[in-house]
């Protein structure tokens, strides 16, 4: 086979070769091979007439491999490569395309100049990979995973302060749990998951972002290291004092599911509490304690297996030491530690070196050694130092100002000789 018998077809081209030689070899007709190839007979004719005169090659158009007749001019094509060089290096080619028409009055179709640019090897900014995100399963099970953010938000549209909602979902059967607090941070995420907790119980982990409260970023001490353990937040702490997991998202949209939450309420929420005339965190909280009840009636689905993995929260626990901020302070000579700008007496006998203070939800403050609290009150008024008095000393007259003799080495002129002692 030469090379003129090898003619580069499309699977078209192939199908309505095949069909056309049927009615050449009379086993097919024209009306019959018009109706498979949705032609008409006229040009199955002219088909024939030019596989007659041509060969199989006949069957090719004949503006294979033309250029076409709305092509671009390779001198307009040259014109915007070079503004593109020269100006727009740095643009997209969407922008780029802009720029052209609206400051050089060159007319080109982004996705054409993105093809020039590739071809000649020109760099241009790429958009960045599209990260790839696979779909997850809904836990089988009530309790067994629960998503937990905060969102921060004008609620009440201007008619009071602006605050946060902290919500809880879960991942099973998208029960909203939710309380408006002034800010999120480590005390509203421990009263959330307090009340959480006690309606329904500890979950069996929670699934939240890295946000600092939830996740400390400190530097791991010489004991974490050799313990082979992380520092944890306050609240980590908690969570682990309580045997919950945590697991921390990569990105807001692995967990989506509190995110579109949030933004069906800033939808409906945000129109209830308008229509109830909340001004006010303590109205807020109030109208949200009775929507929320009727919004799981509604919205709430059926987990896929009926086990609840929530467990009670033990009233026997010290719930108070748990859900509170926990700092280390050393303990004085004088048996007081300072805290916060503050100092506290403690009125017992301990012998130690440091102690803990734990500020808890309720405001209060609670000094503790050995799981055991001690009695203490605050040095309000601290006895007066007497500061020692200065001695003050005599003023002394300044120097009068001595000119250097006329010898003195300092001196850039010639040195005079020291005149001889009378």
């Not at 399963?137 to 009071?160: A, F, T």
């Not at 100092?343 to 440091?354: A, D, F, G, S």
């Amino acid at each position: 086979m030469t090379e003129k018998d090898v003619f580069p077809m499309s699977q078209r081209e192939l199908n309505r070769l095949h069909i056309v030689r049927k009615v050449l070899e009379r086993s097919c007709k024209q009306r019959e091979a018009a109706e498979l190839l949705n032609l008409s007979t006229r040009q199955i004719r002219r088909i024939l007439v030019r596989l007659h005169q041509e060969g199989d090659g006949g069957i090719i158009h004949k503006s294979r491999g033309k250029p076409s007749g709305r092509r671009i001019r390779p001198s307009i094509r040259k014109r915007i490569l070079q503004h593109f060089r020269k100006h727009y290096h740095d643009f997209g080619p969407t922008l780029a395309s802009e720029k052209l028409w609206e400051r050089h009055s060159l007319k080109i179709h982004p996705e054409t100049l993105r093809l020039w640019l590739k071809k000649d090897h020109i760099p241009y900014p790429e958009r960045k990979p599209r990260p790839h995100r696979s779909w997850r399963v809904r836990k089988e099970c009530l309790g067994e995973m629960v998503q937990i953010d905060g969102s921060h938000h004008d609620w009440l549209e201007g008619r009071g302060p602006k605050f946060c909602l902290m919500a809880y979902i879960d991942d099973a059967a998208s029960r909203v749990f939710a309380r408006f607090y002034a800010y999120e941070g480590t005390l509203p995420a421990m009263d959330s998951l307090k009340r959480y907790s006690t309606r329904y119980g500890i979950p069996q982990s929670l699934y939240l972002d890295r946000h600092t409260t939830y996740k400390s970023w400190a530097k791991p001490t010489i004991e974490e290291d050799l313990a082979d353990t992380g520092p944890l937040s306050q609240f980590g702490r908690t969570c682990k004092q309580l045997g919950l997991k945590l697991i921390y998202a990569n990105s807001p949209q692995a967990k989506g599911r509190i995110e579109r939450q949030f933004r069906t309420f800033q939808d409906r929420l945000v129109k209830e509490l308008r229509l109830e005339g909340a001004k006010t965190i303590e109205d807020a909280n109030r109208v949200l304690e009775a929507y929320l009840p009727k919004y799981n009636a509604r919205f709430q689905i059926q987990a896929l297996k009926d086990t609840d993995l929530h467990r009670p929260l033990d009233q026997h626990l010290p719930l108070e030491s748990i859900f509170s901020i926990r700092d280390t302070r050393v303990l004085r000579n004088d048996f007081t530690i300072p805290y916060k700008n503050k100092l506290y007496q403690i009125q017992e006998n301990v012998r130690t070196k440091t102690l803990t203070v734990e500020e808890r939800l309720d405001g209060s403050l609670a000094i503790r050694h050995k799981d055991r609290d001690l009695s203490f009150h605050e040095i309000k008024i601290r006895p007066n130092q007497k500061k020692k008095e200065k001695q003050s000393k005599p003023n002394k007259k300044p120097k009068a100002h001595q000119s250097p003799v006329p010898w003195h080495p300092w001196k850039k002129f010639t040195c005079f000789k020291k005149p001889n002692a009378a």
